[in-house]
């Protein structure tokens, strides 16, 4: 099969690998859609030691079974393998799992690649009426549902109203915008600082975007999710939440600094890590894509997988106006 193999910082080739090959309670499944990720970034960038080289990095994926009894059925791929038996898996936080492992890292291979091997659970199967290009933003979506899930229920139950904001036009922030607006917040605003990006995002309707010269001392949020993850968006986070509010922060752009927690200790404010999703986020996540409840979800660009190492260096670069690029291999059935 012909997949896209990182080879080391900023390199990645076009090449021929050995077919995936499915094991007990795995299906193979056959690529169509494979969106580019900010963890492949830093895999790209040398920055990822769970990634090393050489790998098929790509996780948030949808295609067609090949083979058995579900043979060319479409599915969006959950790429999030666990245990399912130890106690944190039962309790339904797999994302939790000890021994969680997610494709795309060592020792799973990912889904920049016409084929991929996944276990049968981590398997969506889509309508006929939603496209794969729909069916690949699940995974990066449902980061966002489960944060705006997680932050919702530690908010105090007496605002009956609140408002949110999420940093970053990226497509986890674009999916935690419109994700908390489909669990019911109306009042959301998403802050994107580059004006290419920014211009861009106007075409989603569901969503107020604003730039930074936009905020101001006297506008705050009982909710602010941080979908980048740099110490400025966590210094905007500290600055613009409400007393009493919540700050949920999946990004992992780095780890040092931006926390004001002064402030956050004297003002009450609670500081959530979220990271990935449980299964039934996923689920809900495809459901309400299914759904329609997050809009039209046309803020792709998508680009043969042939023209992947252009397509990041061209993100990396900051060539590139959409959240998302998403990659297509050659070859479907």
Sequence with gaps: MKALLYMGPKQLDYQDVPDAVP????????VSHVGI??????????????????LILGHEAAGFIQGG?????????????????????LSGRENLCAKRQIISMFPREGAFAELVAIPRNNLVFIPDHVSLTKAALTEPIACGWHASRMVQESLDNSITKPSALILGGGAIGVGAALSIKAQGVQNVTLLETNPVRRDYLARIREINVIGLNELTDNIMFDIVIDGVGFAGTREVATKYVLPGGVIAHIGLGDNEGGLDIRRMTLQEITFIGTYTYTQKDFNQTAIAIFDDRLGELNWVEKRSLSEGAQAFKDIYEGQCSAPKIILQPEILP
């Design 23 to 30: 094991q007990e309670g795995e299906e193979l499944v056959c």
């Design 37 to 54: 990720c900010g963890s492949d970034m830093h895999a790209y960038l040398g920055h990822d030691e769970r990634r090393p080289a050489p």
């Design 69 to 89: 009894e579900n043979d060319g059925k479409r599915v969006a791929i959950n790429p999030l393998v666990s245990c399912l038996k130890c106690s944190v898996c």
